[in-house]
């Protein structure tokens, strides 16, 4: 176990909907990172937080929006569902400014969009 | 633009044999490397890691090995068992601790 939990586990969404996910950071850990996995393929980079602010973003539109809070959890919002943003939403937490740079996944949160 | 992927999707082998699992990266300037192992319904675990300014790793039971020359990435696996079934991802970063690129992937079943 991490230590990186997500929430919620499952999720289903109609198309043109918004949702938001939820993740709390590794304790000692100050960044999250998004991740979106299709089925059958690897995780695809959405974007980073650190500090409160964006740190480097993928290739996903600006639809896909997060923050940042004070204690280094972290929510992914996503508006106008499309039906190929079903996918696992993998959250990742790191540690920046230091010489770790590891990535710990938590669990994902899986959904579906009708 | 840069990707890093796998030689072989799928990899059967026999219980308490060796695996080796291949990925090859294209970005030349990736300088971190890790191994996840990701189990059905679950999200990817660290397995081992490795810097660019190594050619080999050791943990328990698993080796990482770089060749940069040919931008070569490899995990091998001593006596496998039914619990190292998976799907395993190697990723690269050039970004130190941000951005990492996933492979597709490559399912490794162990038979009994």
């Known amino acids: 176990e991490t230590g990186v939990t997500q929430s919620p586990t499952h999720l289903i969404k109609t198309r043109g909907q918004q949702v938001t996910l939820r993740c709390s950071s590794q304790?000692?850990?100050?960044?999250v990172s998004w991740y979106q996995q299709a089925l059958g393929q690897g995780p695809q980079f959405i974007f980073q937080?650190?500090?409160?602010?964006?740190?480097g973003r993928g290739n996903f539109p600006p639809r896909f929006s997060g923050l940042q809070f004070p204690n280094y959890s972290s929510e992914l919002n996503v508006n106008a569902l499309e039906l190929d943003d079903s996918a696992l939403y993998l959250c990742?937490?790191?540690?920046?400014?230091?010489?770790?740079?590891?990535?710990?996944f938590g669990p994902g949160t899986r959904l579906l969009v009708l | 633009g840069e990707s890093v992927g796998l030689h072989l999707p799928t990899l059967s082998v026999q219980e308490g044999d060796n695996s080796i699992i291949n990925c090859a990266y294209s970005?030349?300037?990736?300088?971190?490397f890790i191994w996840y192992k990701q189990e059905s319904g679950k999200g990817p675990q660290f397995i081992i890691d490795?810097?660019?300014?190594?050619d080999k790793r050791q943990g328990q039971r698993v080796t990482v090995l770089l060749n940069k020359t040919v931008k070569h990435l490899s995990l091998q696996i001593a006596a496998t068992q039914p619990g190292d079934s998976a799907v395993y991802f190697c990723?690269?970063?050039?970004?130190?601790?941000?951005?990492?690129?996933f492979g597709p992937g490559t399912r490794l079943s162990v038979l009994p």
């Open positions: 990742a937490s790191s540690t920046t400014g230091t010489d770790e740079g590891t990535q710990y």
């Open positions: 990723a690269e970063t050039s970004s130190y601790g941000q951005n990492f690129v």
């Open positions: 937080y650190y500090r409160e602010e964006e740190n």
């Open positions: 304790s000692g850990h100050n960044t």
């Open positions: 490795i810097r660019s300014n190594m």
């Open positions: 970005n030349s300037a990736s300088d971190y």
